[in-house]
T-cell receptor, first 109, second 115 residues
Framework: GQNIDQPTEMTATEGAIVQINCTYQTSGFNGLFWYQQHAGEAPTFLSY??LDGLEEKGRFSSFLSRSKGYSYLLLKELQMKDSASYLCAVLDSNYQLIWGAGTKLIIKP | DTAVSQTPKYLVTQMGNDKSIKCEQNLGHDTMYWYKQDSKKFLKIMFSYNNKELIINETVPNRFSPKSPDKAHLNLHINSLELGDSAVYFCASSQEGGHRNQPQHFGDGTRLSIL
């Protein structure tokens, strides 16, 4: 079966750095997405990785290792507004998007 | 100039009723989707649809049916609503064609509560 694992919840301090991990086992791989979802709102696109390595976009970076079936989202200089759920999703060999359950990130002052 | 809009935002109704949720996208995208997000916040794909192909998640009861009058609209019709249908339903769209790795853009969701 297809499976995406990410921690259910994480807590971090304002101004700090946090890394949210995602491991996947899917039938084929055509890329990995990270989305942010604030409570009561729609998911919004953060990043897409299809090749190994680190993609940096402002305070957010996303890393992929295809051989390990592993990705992480790195958030730097955390702000209170970063409190949200972060969803990992993988495109399988049929270009179907397989979603993780999301990681709820709580930022404390 | 909302990109993906769905109505209504809130829907409260009784068990056994039939209801529809509407979705429109003005992004010119080829493919539209319906998702269900339950109380545990897990996003489950229900349907994906473009002008060529409807893909149905086999776990979706046939009480749920997508209806697409044109490329910019994908409505969700639900018959004989049940208590377990209470959830947030998200519409989304993406540009495909030869670029099937494009991100999906989501509507604000419809919060369905069954009494």
């Amino acid at each position: 079966g297809q499976n995406i694992d990410q921690p259910t919840e994480m807590t971090a301090t304002e101004g700090a750095i946090v890394q949210i991990n995602c491991t996947y086992q899917t039938s084929g791989f055509n890329g990995l997405f990270w989305y942010q979802q604030h409570a009561g709102e729609a998911p919004t696109f953060l990043s897409y990785n299809v090749l190994d390595g680190l993609e940096e976009k402002g305070r957010f970076s996303s890393f992929l290792s295809r051989s390990k079936g592993y990705s992480y989202l790195l958030l730097k200089e955390l702000q209170m507004k970063d409190s949200a759920s972060y969803l990992c999703a993988v495109l399988d060999s049929n270009y179907q998007l397989i979603w993780g359950a999301g990681t709820k990130l709580i930022i404390k002052p | 100039d909302t990109a993906v809009s769905q109505t209504p935002k809130y829907l409260v109704t009784q068990m056994g009723n039939d209801k529809s949720i509407k979705c429109e996208q003005n992004l010119g995208h080829d493919t539209m989707y319906w998702y269900k997000q339950d109380s545990k916040k897990f996003l489950k794909i229900m349907f994906s649809y473009n002008n060529k192909e409807l893909i149905i998640n086999e776990t979706v009861p046939n009480r749920f049916s997508p209806k697409s009058p044109d490329k910019a609209h994908l409505n969700l019709h639900i018959n004989s609503l049940e208590l377990g249908d209470s959830a947030v339903y998200f519409c989304a769209s993406s540009q495909e064609g030869g670029h099937r790795n494009q991100p999906q853009h989501f509507g604000d969701g419809t919060r369905l509560s069954i009494l």
